[in-house]
Protein backbone atom coordinates (compact mmCIF):
# COMPACT_ATOMS: atom_id res chain seq x y z
CA UNK A 1 0.00 0.00 0.00
CA UNK A 2 2.14 2.86 -1.01
CA UNK A 3 0.57 6.28 -1.14
CA UNK A 4 0.26 8.41 -4.09
CA UNK A 5 3.75 10.26 -4.70
CA UNK A 6 3.97 13.56 -3.05
CA UNK A 7 7.16 16.45 -2.45
CA UNK A 8 8.14 16.17 1.64
CA UNK A 9 8.67 20.17 3.33
CA UNK A 10 10.03 19.92 6.73
CA UNK A 11 9.76 23.74 7.69
CA UNK A 12 11.37 24.18 11.19
CA UNK A 13 9.01 27.15 12.45
CA UNK A 14 5.42 28.23 12.24
CA UNK A 15 5.99 30.72 10.19
CA UNK A 16 7.44 28.09 7.48
CA UNK A 17 4.60 26.07 7.66
CA UNK A 18 2.39 29.13 7.19
CA UNK A 19 4.40 30.32 4.45
CA UNK A 20 4.38 26.78 2.83
CA UNK A 21 0.53 26.28 3.00
CA UNK A 22 0.25 30.17 1.60
CA UNK A 23 2.37 28.97 -1.23
CA UNK A 24 0.84 25.87 -2.15
CA UNK A 25 -2.62 26.36 -1.28
CA UNK A 26 -5.46 23.23 -1.63
CA UNK A 27 -2.43 20.96 -2.97
CA UNK A 28 -0.90 20.95 0.53
CA UNK A 29 -1.65 18.64 3.19
CA UNK A 30 -0.24 19.04 6.81
CA UNK A 31 1.54 16.01 8.25
CA UNK A 32 1.62 15.98 12.59
CA UNK A 33 1.89 12.07 13.82
CA UNK A 34 0.85 10.93 10.26
CA UNK A 35 -2.05 8.08 11.88
CA UNK A 36 -5.16 10.02 10.84
CA UNK A 37 -3.19 11.17 7.12
CA UNK A 38 -0.81 8.71 6.44
CA UNK A 39 -3.80 5.60 6.44
CA UNK A 40 -5.99 7.65 4.33
CA UNK A 41 -2.74 8.64 1.44
CA UNK A 42 -1.86 4.69 1.86
CA UNK A 43 -5.84 4.10 0.57
CA UNK A 44 -5.60 7.01 -1.74
CA UNK A 45 -8.50 8.53 -0.31
CA UNK A 46 -5.83 11.82 -0.11
CA UNK A 47 -3.31 11.94 -2.48
CA UNK A 48 -1.89 15.40 -1.72
CA UNK A 49 0.67 16.64 -4.17
CA UNK A 50 2.94 18.38 -1.43
CA UNK A 51 3.02 16.97 2.17
CA UNK A 52 3.96 19.66 5.13
CA UNK A 53 5.29 17.95 8.20
CA UNK A 54 5.23 19.88 10.93
CA UNK A 55 5.72 16.98 13.51
CA UNK A 56 9.64 17.88 13.92
CA UNK A 57 8.83 21.77 14.75
CA UNK A 58 9.81 21.75 18.59
CA UNK A 59 8.19 24.93 20.08
CA UNK A 60 5.14 23.38 19.33
CA UNK A 61 5.31 20.71 21.84
CA UNK A 62 5.00 21.87 25.48
CA UNK A 63 2.37 21.31 28.11
CA UNK A 64 2.73 24.55 30.53
CA UNK A 65 0.73 26.31 33.12
CA UNK A 66 0.09 30.07 31.83
CA UNK A 67 -2.63 32.50 32.75
CA UNK A 68 -5.22 30.28 35.13
CA UNK A 69 -5.07 27.95 31.96
CA UNK A 70 -3.37 24.79 30.71
CA UNK A 71 -1.55 25.33 27.22
CA UNK A 72 -0.60 22.71 25.23
CA UNK A 73 1.64 22.65 21.91
CA UNK A 74 -0.23 20.75 18.94
CA UNK A 75 2.73 18.63 18.26
CA UNK A 76 2.14 17.52 21.90
CA UNK A 77 1.51 13.52 21.58
CA UNK A 78 -1.38 11.69 23.42
CA UNK A 79 1.33 9.54 25.56
CA UNK A 80 3.04 13.10 26.85
CA UNK A 81 -0.17 14.40 27.89
CA UNK A 82 -1.23 11.15 29.14
CA UNK A 83 2.22 11.07 31.62
CA UNK A 84 1.81 14.75 32.29
CA UNK A 85 2.18 14.99 36.20
CA UNK A 86 0.51 18.88 35.41
CA UNK A 87 -2.10 17.68 33.59
CA UNK A 88 -2.85 14.74 36.37
CA UNK A 89 -3.02 17.69 38.67
CA UNK A 90 -4.53 20.64 37.23
CA UNK A 91 -6.81 19.02 34.08
CA UNK A 92 -7.15 15.04 34.81
CA UNK A 93 -9.69 14.89 32.24
CA UNK A 94 -7.12 15.12 29.07
CA UNK A 95 -4.72 12.53 30.50
CA UNK A 96 -7.48 10.18 31.34
CA UNK A 97 -8.94 10.65 27.54
CA UNK A 98 -5.42 10.82 26.11
CA UNK A 99 -4.61 7.17 27.97
CA UNK A 100 -7.76 5.88 25.65
CA UNK A 101 -6.53 6.57 22.13
CA UNK A 102 -5.25 3.56 20.52
CA UNK A 103 -2.28 1.87 21.64
CA UNK A 104 1.34 2.65 23.35
CA UNK A 105 2.67 2.76 20.00
CA UNK A 106 -0.06 5.12 18.08
CA UNK A 107 0.21 7.62 21.73
CA UNK A 108 3.90 7.58 20.88
CA UNK A 109 3.63 9.06 17.26
CA UNK A 110 -0.20 10.83 17.08
CA UNK A 111 -0.46 14.26 18.15
CA UNK A 112 -3.09 16.75 19.74
CA UNK A 113 -3.35 19.01 17.02
CA UNK A 114 -3.41 15.96 14.28
CA UNK A 115 -6.30 14.54 15.90
CA UNK A 116 -8.23 17.80 16.33
CA UNK A 117 -7.53 18.93 12.76
CA UNK A 118 -8.57 15.76 11.57
CA UNK A 119 -12.02 15.76 13.34
CA UNK A 120 -12.64 11.88 12.90
CA UNK A 121 -16.09 11.62 14.57
CA UNK A 122 -14.82 8.57 16.29
CA UNK A 123 -12.03 10.24 18.24
CA UNK A 124 -11.41 10.35 22.00
CA UNK A 125 -10.42 14.10 22.39
CA UNK A 126 -13.23 15.99 20.43
CA UNK A 127 -15.52 15.08 23.64
CA UNK A 128 -12.90 16.49 26.28
CA UNK A 129 -11.88 19.01 24.40
CA UNK A 130 -16.34 20.37 24.22
CA UNK A 131 -16.66 19.60 27.99
CA UNK A 132 -13.41 21.52 29.25
CA UNK A 133 -14.56 24.58 26.89
CA UNK A 134 -11.33 24.56 25.46
CA UNK A 135 -9.54 27.02 23.20
CA UNK A 136 -7.74 26.24 20.06
CA UNK A 137 -5.32 28.47 18.99
CA UNK A 138 -4.39 28.67 14.89
CA UNK A 139 -1.78 30.31 13.35
CA UNK A 140 -2.48 31.93 9.54
CA UNK A 141 -1.22 34.15 6.89
CA UNK A 142 -2.64 36.96 9.35
CA UNK A 143 -1.48 35.94 12.82
CA UNK A 144 -2.68 33.93 15.16
CA UNK A 145 -6.63 33.49 16.20
CA UNK A 146 -8.43 31.59 18.93
CA UNK A 147 -11.71 29.36 18.19
CA UNK A 148 -13.86 28.35 20.69
CA UNK A 149 -14.51 24.62 21.34
CA UNK A 150 -17.92 24.90 20.75
CA UNK A 151 -17.02 26.47 17.12
CA UNK A 152 -14.60 24.30 16.51
CA UNK A 153 -16.22 20.88 14.45
CA UNK A 154 -18.01 21.93 11.57
CA UNK A 155 -18.97 18.72 10.12
CA UNK A 156 -17.95 15.03 9.54
CA UNK A 157 -13.71 15.65 9.38
CA UNK A 158 -14.60 19.43 8.72
CA UNK A 159 -12.75 22.02 11.43
CA UNK A 160 -13.57 25.67 11.42
CA UNK A 161 -9.39 25.91 10.69
CA UNK A 162 -8.95 27.27 7.48
CA UNK A 163 -6.89 25.72 4.69
CA UNK A 164 -4.83 28.55 5.13
CA UNK A 165 -3.91 27.72 9.02
CA UNK A 166 -2.39 25.55 11.26
CA UNK A 167 -3.23 24.31 15.32
CA UNK A 168 -0.29 26.29 17.29
CA UNK A 169 -2.12 25.73 20.86
CA UNK A 170 -4.76 24.08 22.74
CA UNK A 171 -5.86 26.01 26.36
CA UNK A 172 -7.48 24.11 28.84
CA UNK A 173 -8.82 25.49 32.08
CA UNK A 174 -7.72 24.49 35.45
CA UNK A 175 -10.76 21.74 37.30
CA UNK A 176 -11.77 19.90 39.97
CA UNK A 177 -11.32 16.30 40.01
CA UNK A 178 -14.55 15.52 39.45
CA UNK A 179 -14.63 14.79 35.74
CA UNK A 180 -14.28 11.53 34.09
CA UNK A 181 -14.00 10.16 30.12
CA UNK A 182 -15.88 6.90 29.63
CA UNK A 183 -15.88 5.15 26.17
CA UNK A 184 -17.59 2.24 24.93
CA UNK A 185 -15.15 1.02 21.36
CA UNK A 186 -14.53 -0.62 18.61
CA UNK A 187 -12.09 -3.30 19.34
CA UNK A 188 -10.32 -3.95 16.37
CA UNK A 189 -9.37 0.01 16.12
CA UNK A 190 -10.09 1.67 19.40
CA UNK A 191 -12.30 3.80 17.63
CA UNK A 192 -15.16 5.25 20.03
CA UNK A 193 -18.99 3.71 19.30
CA UNK A 194 -19.61 6.14 22.11
CA UNK A 195 -17.47 7.90 24.61
CA UNK A 196 -18.84 10.94 26.84
CA UNK A 197 -16.78 13.59 28.57
CA UNK A 198 -18.20 15.24 31.79
CA UNK A 199 -16.92 17.98 33.78
CA UNK A 200 -18.32 18.82 36.95
CA UNK A 201 -17.62 22.62 38.45
CA UNK A 202 -19.15 24.92 40.90
CA UNK A 203 -20.50 26.92 37.61
CA UNK A 204 -22.55 24.13 36.24
CA UNK A 205 -22.27 20.48 34.82
CA UNK A 206 -21.00 20.13 31.10
CA UNK A 207 -20.99 17.02 28.65
CA UNK A 208 -19.08 16.28 25.85
CA UNK A 209 -20.13 13.41 23.49
CA UNK A 210 -18.36 11.72 20.73
CA UNK A 211 -18.34 8.87 18.16
CA UNK A 212 -21.89 9.61 17.85
CA UNK A 213 -22.90 11.96 15.26
CA UNK A 214 -21.14 13.47 12.03
CA UNK A 215 -19.32 15.60 14.65
CA UNK A 216 -18.92 15.17 18.19
CA UNK A 217 -21.73 17.32 20.16
CA UNK A 218 -22.00 18.84 23.77
CA UNK A 219 -25.08 17.01 25.82
CA UNK A 220 -26.80 20.91 26.51
CA UNK A 221 -30.14 18.38 26.64
CA UNK A 222 -28.08 16.63 29.63
CA UNK A 223 -26.57 19.46 31.09
CA UNK A 224 -30.16 21.58 31.35
CA UNK A 225 -31.74 18.35 33.11
CA UNK A 226 -29.56 17.73 35.58
CA UNK A 227 -30.35 21.75 37.28
CA UNK A 228 -27.22 21.01 38.98
CA UNK A 229 -28.55 17.74 40.91
CA UNK A 230 -26.22 15.33 40.90
CA UNK A 231 -28.07 12.57 42.70
CA UNK A 232 -28.05 9.00 41.11
CA UNK A 233 -31.80 9.71 40.36
CA UNK A 234 -31.28 12.84 38.38
CA UNK A 235 -28.10 11.74 36.56
CA UNK A 236 -29.98 8.64 35.46
CA UNK A 237 -33.02 11.20 34.03
CA UNK A 238 -30.64 13.20 32.58
CA UNK A 239 -28.57 10.78 30.87
CA UNK A 240 -31.65 9.53 28.73
CA UNK A 241 -30.97 12.99 26.60
CA UNK A 242 -27.74 12.35 25.73
CA UNK A 243 -28.37 12.01 21.88
CA UNK A 244 -31.49 14.51 21.87
CA UNK A 245 -31.45 16.42 18.83
CA UNK A 246 -28.23 14.25 17.00
CA UNK A 247 -28.83 11.72 13.83
CA UNK A 248 -26.59 9.04 15.12
CA UNK A 249 -24.43 7.42 12.58
CA UNK A 250 -25.19 3.85 11.69
CA UNK A 251 -22.38 1.56 10.01
CA UNK A 252 -20.84 -2.25 10.31
CA UNK A 253 -20.04 -1.52 13.93
CA UNK A 254 -23.08 -0.35 15.67
CA UNK A 255 -26.56 0.77 14.27
CA UNK A 256 -28.25 4.17 15.45
CA UNK A 257 -30.53 2.63 17.65
CA UNK A 258 -27.09 1.12 19.53
CA UNK A 259 -25.20 4.51 19.49
CA UNK A 260 -27.99 6.43 21.08
CA UNK A 261 -27.93 4.23 23.32
CA UNK A 262 -24.59 3.83 24.48
CA UNK A 263 -24.32 7.67 24.33
CA UNK A 264 -27.22 7.66 27.36
CA UNK A 265 -25.38 4.49 28.95
CA UNK A 266 -21.58 5.86 28.69
CA UNK A 267 -23.64 9.77 30.02
CA UNK A 268 -24.37 8.08 33.10
CA UNK A 269 -21.32 6.17 33.64
CA UNK A 270 -19.14 9.43 33.04
CA UNK A 271 -21.27 11.65 35.09
CA UNK A 272 -21.80 9.15 38.33
CA UNK A 273 -17.89 8.38 37.64
CA UNK A 274 -17.35 12.17 38.11
CA UNK A 275 -19.22 12.37 40.74
CA UNK A 276 -17.44 9.89 42.72
CA UNK A 277 -14.35 11.61 42.45
CA UNK A 278 -15.42 14.41 44.38
CA UNK B 1 10.99 13.78 -6.21
CA UNK B 2 13.57 11.28 -4.06
CA UNK B 3 15.53 12.84 -1.10
CA UNK B 4 18.30 12.10 1.16
CA UNK B 5 17.21 10.36 4.57
CA UNK B 6 19.57 10.09 7.37
CA UNK B 7 19.49 7.88 10.06
CA UNK B 8 20.75 5.33 12.45
CA UNK B 9 19.90 1.55 11.98
CA UNK B 10 20.90 -0.37 15.31
CA UNK B 11 23.72 2.09 15.82
CA UNK B 12 24.54 1.78 11.95
CA UNK B 13 24.64 5.28 10.01
CA UNK B 14 22.72 4.69 7.13
CA UNK B 15 22.24 7.00 4.27
CA UNK B 16 19.94 6.57 1.31
CA UNK B 17 17.81 8.71 -1.56
CA UNK B 18 14.21 7.98 -1.31
CA UNK B 19 10.66 9.09 -2.68
CA UNK B 20 9.17 10.71 0.28
CA UNK B 21 5.95 8.16 -0.03
CA UNK B 22 8.31 5.11 1.57
CA UNK B 23 7.19 4.26 4.55
CA UNK B 24 9.55 3.40 7.51
CA UNK B 25 8.95 -0.79 7.44
CA UNK B 26 9.60 -0.82 3.49
CA UNK B 27 12.58 1.62 3.99
CA UNK B 28 14.01 -1.16 6.24
CA UNK B 29 13.02 -4.11 4.35
CA UNK B 30 13.88 -3.06 1.02
CA UNK B 31 16.22 -0.58 1.33
CA UNK B 32 18.36 -1.55 4.45
CA UNK B 33 17.89 -5.27 3.98
CA UNK B 34 16.38 -5.97 7.37
CA UNK B 35 13.38 -8.43 6.92
CA UNK B 36 12.97 -8.89 10.37
CA UNK B 37 10.72 -6.32 10.74
CA UNK B 38 7.53 -8.00 8.95
CA UNK B 39 4.26 -6.55 7.50
CA UNK B 40 1.01 -7.76 8.82
CA UNK B 41 -2.40 -5.35 8.39
CA UNK B 42 -0.06 -2.41 7.30
CA UNK B 43 -3.26 -0.87 8.37
CA UNK B 44 -1.54 0.25 11.94
CA UNK B 45 -3.66 -2.24 13.46
CA UNK B 46 -1.72 -5.54 14.23
CA UNK B 47 1.55 -3.93 15.78
CA UNK B 48 4.41 -6.90 13.54
CA UNK B 49 6.18 -3.76 12.08
CA UNK B 50 6.45 -2.12 15.46
CA UNK B 51 10.48 -0.52 15.76
CA UNK B 52 11.97 1.46 18.18
CA UNK B 53 12.21 5.34 17.10
CA UNK B 54 14.38 7.60 19.05
CA UNK B 55 13.74 4.65 21.96
CA UNK B 56 9.61 4.67 21.75
CA UNK B 57 7.84 1.89 20.03
CA UNK B 58 5.94 3.09 16.92
CA UNK B 59 3.96 1.03 14.37
CA UNK B 60 6.57 1.27 11.64
CA UNK B 61 4.08 0.70 8.58
CA UNK B 62 2.10 4.23 9.54
CA UNK B 63 5.22 6.30 9.48
CA UNK B 64 7.37 7.57 6.21
CA UNK B 65 10.77 6.94 6.79
CA UNK B 66 11.99 10.70 5.87
CA UNK B 67 9.87 11.69 8.86
CA UNK B 68 12.25 9.79 10.88
CA UNK B 69 15.34 11.38 9.50
CA UNK B 70 18.01 12.27 11.89
CA UNK B 71 16.79 9.42 14.18
CA UNK B 72 18.04 6.11 15.82
CA UNK B 73 15.75 3.12 14.45
CA UNK B 74 16.44 -0.20 16.62
CA UNK B 75 14.55 -3.30 14.81
CA UNK B 76 14.71 -6.99 15.84
CA UNK B 77 18.07 -7.53 14.49
CA UNK B 78 19.44 -4.88 16.99
CA UNK B 79 18.26 -6.62 20.30
CA UNK B 80 21.03 -9.33 20.57
CA UNK B 81 24.89 -8.42 21.46
CA UNK B 82 27.31 -10.65 21.09
CA UNK B 83 25.24 -13.70 19.99
CA UNK B 84 23.45 -13.43 22.99
CA UNK B 85 20.01 -12.93 22.80
CA UNK B 86 18.10 -10.01 24.38
CA UNK B 87 16.62 -10.44 28.17
CA UNK B 88 12.63 -10.36 25.84
CA UNK B 89 14.05 -12.66 23.19
CA UNK B 90 15.43 -15.21 25.80
CA UNK B 91 11.92 -15.13 27.33
CA UNK B 92 9.69 -15.82 24.52
CA UNK B 93 12.42 -18.88 23.97
CA UNK B 94 12.16 -19.40 27.27
CA UNK B 95 8.31 -19.38 27.80
CA UNK B 96 7.23 -20.38 24.43
CA UNK B 97 5.66 -16.91 23.71
CA UNK B 98 5.72 -17.72 19.75
CA UNK B 99 4.44 -20.12 17.85
CA UNK B 100 4.42 -18.93 13.85
CA UNK B 101 6.47 -16.33 14.73
CA UNK B 102 4.80 -13.60 12.58
CA UNK B 103 3.76 -10.91 15.48
CA UNK B 104 6.93 -11.57 17.00
CA UNK B 105 9.43 -8.96 16.06
CA UNK B 106 6.96 -6.16 16.89
CA UNK B 107 5.67 -8.52 20.26
CA UNK B 108 8.82 -8.53 21.03
CA UNK B 109 9.97 -4.57 20.37
CA UNK B 110 6.68 -3.59 22.80
CA UNK B 111 7.74 -5.55 25.11
CA UNK B 112 11.04 -3.74 25.03
CA UNK B 113 9.79 -0.46 25.26
CA UNK B 114 7.04 -1.62 27.52
CA UNK B 115 9.73 -2.81 29.83
CA UNK B 116 12.00 0.39 29.57
CA UNK B 117 8.80 2.73 30.42
CA UNK B 118 8.33 0.35 33.31
CA UNK B 119 4.79 -0.16 32.55
CA UNK B 120 5.07 -3.77 32.75
CA UNK B 121 3.70 -4.02 36.49
CA UNK B 122 1.51 -7.02 36.40
CA UNK B 123 -0.11 -9.07 33.65
CA UNK B 124 -3.45 -6.32 33.14
CA UNK B 125 -0.68 -3.76 32.45
CA UNK B 126 1.12 -5.90 29.92
CA UNK B 127 -1.69 -6.80 28.34
CA UNK B 128 -3.45 -3.16 27.84
CA UNK B 129 0.57 -2.50 26.83
CA UNK B 130 0.41 -4.45 24.10
CA UNK B 131 -2.66 -4.54 23.05
CA UNK B 132 -1.44 -2.39 19.76
CA UNK B 133 0.17 -6.46 18.56
CA UNK B 134 -1.78 -9.11 17.40
CA UNK B 135 -0.74 -12.06 17.76
CA UNK B 136 -3.20 -15.51 15.80
CA UNK B 137 -1.69 -18.20 17.41
CA UNK B 138 -0.60 -18.02 21.37
CA UNK B 139 -3.84 -16.90 22.56
CA UNK B 140 -1.32 -13.88 24.51
CA UNK B 141 -1.38 -15.76 27.68
CA UNK B 142 2.63 -17.33 27.26
CA UNK B 143 3.24 -13.96 25.34
CA UNK B 144 2.83 -12.32 28.78
CA UNK B 145 5.07 -15.48 30.62
CA UNK B 146 7.84 -14.20 28.42
CA UNK B 147 7.50 -10.39 29.24
CA UNK B 148 7.19 -11.55 32.79
CA UNK B 149 10.23 -13.56 32.35
CA UNK B 150 11.98 -10.99 31.23
CA UNK B 151 11.41 -8.54 33.62
CA UNK B 152 12.37 -10.67 36.25
CA UNK B 153 15.95 -11.47 34.51
CA UNK B 154 16.12 -7.81 34.20
CA UNK B 155 15.35 -7.72 37.66
CA UNK B 156 18.10 -10.48 38.97
CA UNK B 157 20.55 -8.31 36.89
CA UNK B 158 19.96 -5.31 38.96
CA UNK B 159 20.13 -7.05 42.22
CA UNK B 160 23.01 -8.88 40.93
CA UNK B 161 25.01 -5.48 39.79
S1 LIG C 1 1.78 -3.92 9.62
FE1 LIG C 1 1.98 -2.11 10.76
S2 LIG C 1 0.41 -2.32 12.23
FE2 LIG C 1 0.11 -4.07 11.00
S1 LIG D 1 2.94 -16.52 16.95
FE1 LIG D 1 1.75 -16.65 15.16
S2 LIG D 1 0.84 -14.69 15.08
FE2 LIG D 1 1.79 -14.66 17.00
Not at chain 1, 65 to 82: D, N
Amino acid sequence: MYPANFDYKRPATVDEAVALLAQHGDAAKLLAGGHSLIPAMKLRLAQPKVVVDIGRISTLSYIREAGGKLAIGAMTTHQEIAASRLLQDKCPLLPETASHIGDVQVRNKGTIGGSLAHADPAADYPATILALDAEIEVAGPNGRRTIRAGDFFVDLLQTAIAANELITEIRVPVTAKTVAYVKTEQKASGFALAGVAAVISPSGVRVGVTGIAAKAYRATGVEQALKGQMTANAIALAATHAADGVEPLSDIHASAEYRAHLAQVNTRRALERAVSRG
Amino acid sequence: MPIPVRLRVNNTPREHTIEPRVLLVHYLRDHCNLTGTHVGCETGICGACTVLVDGKAVKSCTVFAVQADGSDVTTIEGLATNGHLHPVQQGFWDRHGLQCGYCTPGMIMASVHLLATGAAGSREAIAEGLRGNLCRCTGYSHIIDAVQNAQQAANAEVARA
